[in-house]
Every structure is written in C-alpha cells, then in structure tokens.
C-alpha cells in the first residue's frame, strides 16, 4: 500500500462546477500538507500548503486536511478551462522529504 | 517563479553513455532536490542537497551521482544511462531554512535513453 494514494482520473467537469481532488494517507504523522498543479510539459506549481488540521482558502481554492480520516481535498470553485492540469499532493514531516500522490488528471470542459 | 533553469530541456542519448543535467538558481537557496517522474509513479527523489558538497540519497538513487560545487549550481549524473532511467527529470528548491518544506520546482528535463 502506498503511503498517499490519489485517485488518477481523468476527472472531466463542466466549466463553473465545483471541483473536488482528494488524497487519502496512512502515516498519521504527517504535519504539512500541499496541493501542487502541473500542466503539460511544465514543472509542479505550488498552489496551497497548509499545516495541521483545517481549512485554508486562495481565491477560488480551499484546502481542506482531515486528520482524524487522513484524508486531504481541494476544492476549486467556479472551475474554468484553465483549471484543466494534473493536481498532485504532498505531505510530509517536519524537516523530513515530502511524500507524493500520483497525481489526478482535471478536465474542465467549456 | 523561484528563478530555476535546467539544462537541457531535453536529450537523447544511447544505453550506456554518462549524462549529466544541470539545474540552477538564481536566490541562494540552501536546499535543492532532484527527482523523476514516470506515469503511475508521481514524483520520486533521487538525491537532495543541503549545502555546497552535502549531499544525501534519496528514494531511487541507484544509478545517480550528484554534485554541488556552488551554491547555485546542482548537476545529476547518470554514471552509465540505461533505458529504465528514460523519465522527466525536475530540479526543484526549498525556500523554507527547515529543508523539507514547500518545494518550488524548474521546467524539467525529458531524457530518452535508447
């Protein structure tokens, strides 16, 4: 079992929906949690980073980490064609590597 | 943008040929990473830095050398390329003085080993 798992998709929406990406973990201690996107040919680009359990908010994205399910989303509001990347997760200790999802692959259909 | 290049952008190069691939910074930061990516996999770490001559293994370091002779200047070496190592390959910094914090990564380099 890996150690964060994320649903690969592609996950396909219609423009202005809400999108919700989500990663599940076993090691409950973790502390540091991130949400990067990725576009095509492109390196990773950090979005949200949030510490602990809670919820953070960016424009249009919410991170949101459940620690008592081990389980971290973001949230996209008012998703638009732009939107449309792999989003990858990342958790880690403190002061050790991070750990990666796999990746999931968001359409957003206009 | 935290001011990363990589060189080159892409290569091809034989089964068996050594390849090296540069990554550089422009802010001075202590920490730099270098990892691969494959389908199915995500990111994995091949080797990191914390400082001019430090360096440490990380996930998948088999195969690899890195360097740091310079702050600014991290170079990955695949001693003898074969074709498992074909892959994406991104540079990335920490800007946090913990090391292992928000990561921010260069354009990639995409090698094909034939």
């Known amino acids: 079992q890996k150690e964060v798992e994320q649903d690969p998709g592609p996950l396909s929406v219609p423009e202005g929906a809400i999108v919700s990406l989500n990663c599940t973990y076993s090691?409950?201690?973790?502390?540091?949690f991130m949400w990067y996107r990725q576009y095509s040919r492109k390196g990773p680009e950090l979005l949200m980073y949030?510490?602990s359990s809670g919820n953070k908010e960016d424009g249009r994205f919410t991170a949101q980490v459940d620690k008592s399910s081990k389980y971290i989303s973001l949230f996209i509001r008012d998703s638009q064609p732009s939107d449309s990347a792999t989003y990858l997760c990342?958790?880690?200790?403190?002061?050790?590597?991070?750990?990666w999802g796999a990746g999931t692959k968001l359409i957003i259909k206009p | 943008d935290a001011g990363i290049t990589q060189s080159p952008r892409h290569k091809v190069t034989e089964t068996g040929t050594p390849v090296t691939l540069r990554c550089h910074q422009t802010?001075?930061?202590?920490?730099m990473y270098w990892y691969r990516q494959d389908p199915g996999h995500g990111l994995r770490l091949i080797h990191y830095?914390?400082?001019?001559?430090?360096?440490d293994k990380g996930e998948v370091s088999d195969g690899y050398s890195v360097s740091r002779s310079k702050t600014e200047d991290f170079l990955l070496t695949l001693e003898s390329a074969t074709s498992s190592q074909t892959s994406v390959y991104f540079c990335?910094?920490?800007?946090?003085?913990?090391?292992?914090?928000?990561?921010?990564f260069g354009p990639g380099t995409r090698l094909t080993v034939t």
């Open positions: 802010e001075n930061h202590r920490y």
């Open positions: 949030t510490y």
């Open positions: 990342a958790m880690t200790l403190v002061n050790y590597q991070l750990i």
């Open positions: 090691n409950s201690a973790f502390q540091y």
């Open positions: 990335a910094i920490s800007v946090g003085g913990s090391g292992f914090s928000e990561q921010y």
């Open positions: 830095s914390y400082g001019v001559k430090d360096t």
